[in-house]
């Protein structure tokens, strides 16, 4: 099983991104979903329950990005607004079976998608 993420790209200062991740196996799911981002360390940035019941932000994108998920196409969404240079980083999508958040040791990772903001 394999977790898919999709739109990434390049963008300006001020400009929005909507990244998306599925698992492979439309039949797999976990309890938590969510997404690191890897620029000069690895940052935790958001994470998801099943439920939606319990959700995290990261510091740095509090009041700017919003993460979402849509259980009938076991996908998660990560709404990027008001866009900065600082978030350019490549963006993982990690899931884990139990907990409320995931962490670095999570078990399923993607492949990353890169982000890239111009000033």
């Known amino acids: 099983v394999e977790l898919i993420e999709s739109g990434g790209g390049l963008v300006q200062a001020g400009d929005s991104l909507r990244l998306s991740c599925t698992f492979s196996d439309p039949n797999f799911t976990t309890n938590v979903m969510g997404w690191f981002r890897q620029g000069p360390g690895k940052e935790f940035v958001a994470s998801i329950t099943?439920?939606?019941?319990?959700?995290f932000y990261g510091d740095a994108v509090k009041g700017r990005f919003t993460i979402s998920r849509d259980n009938t196409k076991n996908t998660v969404y990560l709404q990027m607004n008001s866009l900065k240079p600082e978030d350019t980083a490549v963006y993982y999508c990690?899931?884990?079976?139990?907990?409320?958040?995931?962490?670095?040791?999570?078990?399923?990772w993607g492949q990353g998608t890169q982000v890239t903001v111009s000033s």
């Open positions: 099943q439920s939606g019941g319990t959700i």
């Open positions: 990690a899931a884990h079976q139990r907990g409320l958040t995931i962490t670095t040791t999570s078990k399923y």
